[in-house]
């Protein structure tokens, strides 16, 4: 696999504010990464940063061992950004051929209908007359248009309804199959647990965790094991078992905190007390608890 994006030792500066700070990180081909994290992590300008719509402050950023302004590379990816902008007075399908016309190797139009699940009553409509979510189902066709091997969404799915979103996370995995690079950031964050592969966590302007989304629930959250236990069980009898932090009562079920619910499960099943406990119950953990700790992780600073 070759390295697609080469974010280095890139710091961005606005007056005496770091929106990205030192961050470093490398993309290689193929791959679904989701860029996360709190409103003001950053998210948005190191997408800019990445486009070359911004220069860094310090350090390098690369895509395919080249500057983002080329034209060579230019050629070779597509975005969709939060603000949307159409082409008044024409027509969708008129803007699909536009575009089109600007690659060498553009995707056929019935291609581009195809994965944009764009209807013919669409596009036959006007631009202007478009609601939001049509534009987002048009921006997103036009990141298509010119075939792209790299590609860009920066909160793609606001304002699409249910079944906009399901068609736009299907043909990402279409992409992906083709052998397409995918970045993308979302507040939908079940969106990036189930989508996916790798998620890059920035908070502060800082990147503070880059892995699997299992692996970052598993570092940055709290994990649990839960049992009903018959009422000569006490609370004490669990604290000692090996990697439990926490032990607490809650709507009659026992909770184990831990960082490793294998080893208390093993624990639990091993000692004595196992015949007198059933229901067990695994929590791995949620993105949402993963921002949770960030924000409060802030606001006690």
């Known amino acids: 696999m070759n390295d697609v994006v080469t974010f280095y030792n890139v710091t961005k500066t606005y007056k005496d504010q770091k929106a990205v700070n030192e961050v470093s990180f490398s993309i290689q081909s193929g791959e679904i990464v989701a860029i996360l994290g709190p409103n003001g992590a950053g998210k948005s300008t190191t ?7 911004l220069e860094p402050s310090l350090g390098l950023v690369q895509l395919f061992t080249h500057s983002p302004k080329e034209k060579l590379v230019r050629e ?5 950004l939060q603000e949307v902008s159409v082409i008044d007075r024409l027509k969708v399908k008129e803007i699909l051929e536009l575009f ?21 009553e669409l596009l036959n409509q006007r631009a202007e007359k478009l609601s939001g979510g049509q534009k987002r189902m048009l921006n997103f066709a036009l990141s298509l248009a010119g075939n792209p091997d790299l590609l860009f969404f920066d909160e793609p799915t606001v304002g699409m309804d249910i079944k906009a979103r399901a ?16 970045i993308f950031t979302t507040h939908y964050l079940q969106e990036a647990d189930d ?7 920035l908070h502060d302007g800082k990147l503070v965790a880059d892995g699997h989304p299992s692996e970052i629930k598993k570092k940055i959250t ?21 990697h439990v932090e926490d032990v ?19 624990s639990l099943i091993k000692s004595n007390s196992s015949a007198e406990i059933s229901e067990i119950q695994i929590k ?8 949770e700790q960030l924000t409060l992780s802030k606001e006690a600073q």
């Open 47 to 53: 997408i800019m940063l990445m486009l070359g719509l």
């Open 76 to 80: 070779r990816i597509g975005a969709m």
């Open 100 to 120: 089109r016309s600007y690659y060498s190797n553009p995707l056929s139009l019935s291609e581009l209908i195809k994965l944009s699940g764009m209807s013919t």
């Open 167 to 182: 068609n736009f996370w299907n043909t990402i995995r279409i992409l992906k199959d083709k052998g397409k690079t995918i």
């Open 195 to 201: 989508v996916a592969e790798r998620i890059l966590l």
């Open 222 to 242: 709290k994990q649990s094991v839960s049992f009903l236990a018959s009422t000569d069980l006490t609370l004490d009898q669990f604290r000692s078992l090996p």
């Open 248 to 266: 607490y009562l809650e709507e009659g079920r026992i909770y184990l905190i831990t960082n490793d619910t294998d080893t208390v499960l093993f």
């Open 284 to 291: 791995q953990g949620r993105l949402d608890e993963v921002f």
